[in-house]
């Protein structure tokens, strides 16, 4: 049981940053706190694709001469890396827009709070 | 059993069809009312003629077949114009020529509005009556059926008073919901026989082995599903509602295309899909006869107290529908023909009074039996149709009535029932009790308020005087609709 | 063209278009619009051809850079992915011919030509989903189409920036599920290919982690798609975005996420695992008769037409989930065909509402009356159609696929499913009929007079022909694809059941 939580340490430090990230988006009133929330959220993911590639022991994916190309289970996966290049950039892609319609928003109704907001978009005519 | 000699021929098609094109042709012409009418009465007669072409070969006992496309994997949209739908094409083909001209003189008469709407739903509804009539399977029924259904609507509500309005509501809850079912059970039936819709003499679902758990709710779902159109209690409350709609439509609509399609898919049902082996088996015609007598007696009662005469009318269509449901519970050949009589000879006689009433609403302004005092006088051409019609109803001789009554009757005697054929003189009594007060209003009593009125326009009196004379002359000459009610009947109840 | 390349071609065609429309309008801003139609255009004729390579069942693979799979991304053209890119690109086209006016009438000048680009990157982000083979690659085009979704809706009226907000962090959270559950995949299979992962799955068998993954693909699917309890984005987006994007939206966006489950559930995973090992096909099947009856309920309280008609996606798209869950031949043709269905239906009604948007300026039920009639008979007329086969009369296309699904769960004796389908055929007749009386009808308060008068006054002001003939067209199609319907089922659909179902036929 220990060597299961120990074991795995990273990978409960990446599900607590989700639980963060989601609490954020769900919890938080701000709509600036729940694109942050959005963010880790997502950065969480990330760390976790990243940590499922890596390896005790193993180095970094680059050819080294000294282990050569027979032992290839020395050096870490890089695939997930290659990956999480391209959910990085979705990512903040993600958050360039969340922050786009956040200054749309603050500009129509000068409240970045989600109550408030709600409770103006209701007197607001169609 | 005798095979059933098949040919085919796009003339069940075509009789779908006419009325279909007429719908275009009306809706061109909704500035010029008179060409607009000719579309209606060309249709009427072209699609009368049609049917009338395939009559010789349904009385030798063939049917047309018309294959069309696909419609769902196994299944096509197909026609047959075999005995059974041939008389119910006859009834509704020949009686819409009738109505439209009664149509005429009676939106002329009280200068409606929204007249083509109505003339051109009219033409949707009767072509989804022939479609009903003709269908080879039930997927081509259902699709008709449910054509019927929101075809009619426009029709009920065509005042648009709040009264049409709910009137239709509740007509779509009714018969929608009663779609669904139906849906339902087809869709079972369709598990059942892997694939296969067609509407087969004997039942469909004749061979399989089904237990009670499938065979009772399957029963269930197909009885509500044309329970609902066929008025049997506790079904029917749409119709009297119903009856705010204008007086052709509650004519034609009524007692013959809507609720008679809803009887004729009861015996489809019960002897081309479900068949008469099960339905014993089960004691499901039990259940069927029960009903009937109910709706028959509770049907008669409740028209003593309406006062309203299409109200009245209403009821004793709704307990004059339930005497084929009783023909079709006693699971025997001459039951069903004398059945088949009753769909034939309700029909005329029920629109020569319902033609009666629209006539007294529009001359007179009268729409209760307690106005109606005198009214005899006046107008008494139509009093004296009303009095054929009324007099059929009951049963009487020498009217269609009492031939399909007495057929009916000694059927159920003949199947071992006879309470049910005292049930039958009941009703008749009961009959008498709600109609001929109002004969004996009309010509018997002083009436006020009449001076200088006159008979309805011709366009209106004639064709209630044709239905009043075709309900003396079928109680003479039966013989054609026997005929044809015994081909129909024939094959269906083989080792019964 | 080689016809190995068939499937890569419509999604590059719509990135390049994409990328082409901001350079092009630099010249001049007109050819925004006829370059992104002519590229729908052209996917159309390339998907309806793709149709007819693969009807005798074989697929065509193509690999990107010439890797072979599982190294590689590959797209592959089954029948499946076929009908589902005609559906899409076919009924884009149609509600693009209806958007040139509506864009104008919406958007302010600067942002049109960004609007068709963000269009076009839609278009290559379904597309691409569809024809993926690869995991990965189908978590890029979702993002690339959920992005451009988030920027198509919010540029609508004053409150579509917050419904885009919204449906910005619920999309992002699926998309993350998603890739979450493409991560556990990975991590216990070594592979991102689909194809390839099913050989794996044989072997494997259910681990957690498998497992695990599939939970949260699901959970990511099902927000794209709005499955209840996952709808919340739905209403807002619908409602608030601009007409055109409401309209390229509600028909094939949430299909998307369908078409997902569906490749998902029944192409890498074995039947037998979805259907009992792990009961997802039960749950689903659940969730979606929630969703069916909840979305019908709250479409009936609804004033404002497209906030109805949003509800009554979330309704539908309980169908389609239902024909998945039911797990079973007849019930996944019905789910599919329920795709084309009511891609053609929604699109024809948000276009509806379109046409109401321009020419009365609103699109309230309660101020909707005999007027609205008057004034455009072939809109309401249209409308009047599209209800109908909301509500599954014959011969409408809604019919069959009630029939189908109602099939599927007879099939599995699920007594309960099918009572629930066919109740909400009334539900949704009820709600439709509220409108369409409302046409037709007299209202209740007004007189004689008012009634009479307002002929006078009202004459004909129905929609231009290029906004009218899409609507017509799309109910027409209505029809048209209801009667043949039949075709469509046992030429293409039956020929897309994989091997596990195609064994179960009756």
């Given amino acids: ?126 | 059993m005798n095979p059933q000699q098949v040919y085919s021929s796009l003339v069940p098609l075509w009789a779908v069809v006419v009325s279909l094109a007429a719908v275009l042709f009306i809706l061109l012409s909704s500035r010029r009312p008179n060409l607009r009418e000719f579309w209606t009465l060309a249709a009427g007669l072209a699609k009368f003629g049609l049917v009338l072409s395939l009559l010789p070969a349904a009385l030798r006992g063939q049917t047309a077949a018309a294959d069309l496309f696909e419609i769902l994997p196994g299944v096509r949209l197909a026609l047959r114009a075999d005995p059974l739908g041939v008389l119910f094409a006859l009834v509704a083909s020949g009686l819409w020529i009738l109505t439209s001209c009664y149509s005429i003189g009676y939106m002329r008469g009280l200068k409606e509005h929204k007249q083509t709407r109505y003339f051109a739903f009219f033409a949707v509804c009767l072509s989804a009556t022939m479609g009903i009539a003709f269908a080879a399977n039930l997927a081509t029924f259902i699709l008709f059926y449910e054509i019927l259904t929101i075809a009619t609507y426009p029709l009920i509500i065509h005042q648009e008073t709040p009264e049409a309005v709910r009137a239709g509501r509740k007509y779509l809850a009714f018969t929608l919901s009663a779609g669904v079912l139906l849906v339902a059970a087809a869709v079972w039936t369709y598990q059942l026989t892997g694939g296969d819709l067609d509407f087969r003499r004997g039942g469909l679902l004749a061979g399989l082995p089904l237990a009670a758990g499938t065979a009772v709710p399957l029963f269930l779902l197909f009885l509500a599903g044309v329970g609902v159109k066929s008025s049997v209690m506790p079904l029917h409350s749409w119709l009297p509602t119903a009856m705010v709609a204008p007086t052709p439509v509650s004519a034609l609509l009524h007692a013959v295309a809507v609720v008679k399609a809803g009887v004729f898919g009861l015996v489809r049902m019960a002897f081309f899909i479900l068949g008469p082996e099960l339905l014993r088996r089960f004691r499901l015609d039990t259940a069927l006869l029960v009903l009937a007598v109910v709706t028959i007696l509770l049907g008669s009662l409740l028209a003593l107290r309406q006062d309203n005469l299409k109200r009245r009318l209403a009821y004793s269509t709704v307990s004059h529908l339930s005497y084929i449901v009783l023909a079709v519970g006693l699971l025997s050949g001459p039951a069903l023909v004398a059945g088949l009589l009753h769909l034939a000879f309700h029909a005329v006689m029920k629109i020569t009074l319902f033609f009666c009433a629209g006539a007294l609403a529009v001359r007179l302004g009268r729409e209760n039996v307690s106005e109606l005092n005198g009214v005899g006088r006046v107008m008494p051409w139509t009093m004296a149709a009303f009095t054929l019609g009324a007099v059929g109803l009951c049963g009487l001789p020498p009217l269609a009535g009492f031939v399909s009554k007495w057929y009916l009757g000694a059927a159920a005697v003949a199947g071992g029932r006879p309470l049910l054929a005292g049930v039958l003189v009941l009703s008749g009594l009961l009959n008498a009790a709600y109609l001929f007060p109002i004969i004996q209003r009309a010509f018997f009593r002083r009436g006020e308020g009449l001076a200088g009125r006159k008979e309805a326009s011709a366009w209106m009196v004639v064709p209630l005087f044709l239905t009043a004379l075709l309900s003396l002359a079928l109680g003479l000459y039966p013989n054609l609709f026997f005929d044809l009610a015994g081909r129909a009947a024939a094959g269906l109840f083989g080792s019964l | 063209m080689i016809p190995t390349n068939a499937p890569a071609l419509t999604p590059l065609l719509f990135l390049f278009t994409g990328l082409l429309i901001p350079l092009a309008a630099l010249k001049l801003k007109k050819l925004a619009y006829w370059l992104a139609l002519a590229a729908t255009a052209l996917a159309s004729a390339a998907a309806l051809s793709n149709i007819f390579r693969v009807l005798d069942g074989r697929a065509i693979h193509y690999h990107f850079g010439g890797w072979p799979p599982p190294i590689g991304i590959e797209y592959v053209l089954d029948p499946l992915s076929a009908f589902v890119t005609s559906v899409i690109n076919v009924i884009a086209l149609i509600v693009l011919i209806h958007a040139r006016r509506t864009v104008e009438a919406d958007l302010p000048e600067g942002k049109r030509v960004p609007y068709y680009a963000l269009v076009m990157l839609m278009m290559s982000g379904f597309n691409g989903i569809v024809m993926t083979g690869d995991f990965f690659n189908l978590y890029v085009f979702l993002e690339i189409c959920s992005l451009a979704l988030y920027g198509l809706v919010a540029v609508g009226d004053r409150k579509s920036p917050v419904a885009a907000f919204r449906y910005l962090v619920l999309g992002m959270i699926g998309g993350c599920f998603y890739l979450l559950g493409v991560g556990f995949m990975y991590m216990n299979s070594g592979s991102l290919n689909m194809a390839d992962l099913k050989a794996i799955l044989a072997v494997l068998g259910p681990r957690p982690g498998i497992i695990v993954a599939l939970a949260f693909m699901l959970l990511g699917f099902g927000i794209k798609m709005a499955l209840f309890p996952l709808h919340g984005w739905l209403p807002d987006a619908y409602t608030y975005a601009p007409t055109a994007t409401s309209a390229l939206m509600a028909p094939i966006g949430t299909k998307i996420g369908a078409y997902g489950l569906i490749r998902v559930l029944f192409f890498v995973f074995v039947l037998q695992f979805i259907t009992q090992t792990v009961p997802v096909a039960t749950v689903i099947a659940w969730l979606s008769a929630a969703a069916i009856l909840y979305g019908s309920i709250q479409a009936m309280a609804q004033d404002e037409l497209k906030r109805m008609l949003a509800f009554s996606s979330i309704a539908q798209v309980g169908y389609i989930g239902l024909g998945i869950g039911l797990a079973n031949p007849w019930g996944l043709v019905g789910a599919v065909l329920h795709i084309l269905n009511h891609g053609l239906m929604k699109a024809c009604l948000f276009l509806v509402a379109g046409n109401f948007r321009m020419k009365l300026g609103h699109s309230r039920i309660s101020r909707l009356d005999q007027e609205a009639r008057r004034k455009m008979p072939w809109t309401t007329a249209a409308f009047t159609l599209a209800a109908l086969s909301m509500i599954g009369l014959p011969p409408t296309v809604g019919f069959f696929s009630k029939w189908y699904l109602a099939w599927g769960a007879v099939r599995n004796k699920g007594w309960v499913f099918l009572a629930i389908i066919l109740l909400s055929s009334l539900l949704n007749a009820v709600y439709f009929f509220r409108v369409v009386e409302r046409f037709y009808l007299r209202p209740k308060q007004k007189g004689e007079e008012a009634g009479r008068t307002a002929a006078a006054t009202s004459g004909r002001s129905e929609v231009t022909v290029s906004m009218l003939a899409p609507t017509l067209i799309l109910a027409a199609s209505l029809l048209v694809v209801g009667l043949l319907n039949a075709v469509l089922v046992q030429g293409i659909l039956l020929k897309f059941l994989p091997p596990g179902l195609a064994a179960l036929k009756p």
């Fill in chain 1, 1 to 126: 049981m220990a060597n299961f939580l120990v074991g795995h340490f990273f990978y409960w430090f990446v599900f607590l940053l989700m639980a963060i990230g989601l609490f954020g988006i769900v919890l938080k009133r701000n709509l600036i706190k729940k694109a942050i929330g959005m963010s880790i959220f997502q950065v969480a993911i990330i760390l976790f694709f990243v940590a499922s590639g890596s390896k005790w022991g193993g180095t970094v994916p680059v050819l080294d001469p000294r282990l050569g190309i027979s032992d290839t289970a020395r050096y870490i996966n890089p695939l997930p890396h290659c990956l999480m290049l391209t959910a990085i950039v979705v990512g903040v892609a993600t958050s360039g827009v969340a922050f786009a319609l956040i200054i749309s928003i603050w500009r129509r109704y000068q409240t970045l709070d989600e109550p408030e907001l709600l409770a103006k978009m209701k007197n607001d005519p169609d």
